[in-house]
């Protein structure tokens, strides 16, 4: 049963375009949703994260966009460097470290 | 800091063998994970550890078995390898979700690969 579905599985874009990923949840007791972003051979690192009692968060070119009524956030990468291509998880967690549920991944490609 | 390392990085067992993946991290963190990645399944849960001394099964605890020897080390043991383990297994570390500390740091992983 999978709780957090992502979307696209891969995407290639332009270096100066917007990929935008895509997650959906299920369960309405996630309270806190973060992004991973890793690198071939290399562990998972937290990108970006929010909490859904703000709509939108920023860091340097990195958005999180998220929809509480239609349980949906998604991830925006502003002017895309080839530097950005890794693979991105989307994740959520619900009251604590032990309920945190991934998705499946989106393997970005930016191309010069 | 090394962060959380991972040993081996490389494996491969036959099936029917045992094996214990060891992980150990050096930033006084309080829960430690494993987690295992497959193709087009994302990171799943296989055990945690809120603290020293405890141990809870995740989404797919199913064949492995775990120590949390101390602090600092978390071990994964395989008793009888399956070809439907093999996978890349990554461990993690957090500070106390308690205290609001969420994020995550995975180490580097180690790949395991069972005939």
């Known amino acids: 049963q999978q709780q957090v579905k992502q979307s696209p599985q891969s995407l290639i874009v332009q270096k100066g375009g917007i990929p935008i990923i895509n997650c959906a949840y299920e369960?309405?007791?996630?309270?806190?949703f973060p992004w991973y972003q890793q690198f071939p051979g290399k562990g998972p690192a937290l990108l970006i994260a929010?909490?859904?009692?703000?709509s939108e968060k920023k860091e340097g070119r990195f958005t999180i966009s998220f929809n509480k009524s239609a349980k949906q956030f998604s991830l925006h990468i502003m002017d895309s460097q080839p530097g950005d291509s890794a693979t991105y998880f989307c994740?959520?967690?619900?009251?604590?470290?032990?309920?945190?549920?991934f998705g499946t991944g989106t393997k970005l490609q930016v191309i010069p | 800091n090394a962060g959380v390392t991972q040993t081996p990085k490389f494996q491969v067992l036959k099936t029917g063998q045992s094996m214990t993946l060891q992980c150990a991290q050096d930033?006084?963190?309080?829960?430690m994970y494993w987690y295992r990645q497959d193709p087009g399944m994302g990171l799943r849960l296989i055990y945690y550890?809120?603290?020293?001394?405890?141990?809870d099964k995740g989404e797919v605890p199913n064949g492995y078995n775990v120590s949390r020897l101390n602090k600092r080390e978390f071990s994964l043991r395989l008793e009888s390898a399956a070809p439907s383990q093999t996978s890349v297994y990554f461990c993690?570390?957090?500070?106390?979700?308690?205290?609001?500390?969420?994020?995550?740091?995975f180490g580097p992983g180690t790949r395991l690969t069972v005939t």
């Open positions: 994740a959520a967690s619900a009251g604590g470290y032990q309920k945190v549920t």
């Open positions: 930033m006084n963190h309080n829960s």
């Open positions: 929010i909490r859904p009692d703000v």
């Open positions: 993690a570390s957090s500070e106390d979700w308690r205290e609001g500390a969420y994020e995550q740091y």
């Open positions: 369960n309405t007791a996630f309270d806190y």
């Open positions: 550890s809120a603290s020293e001394g405890t141990t």
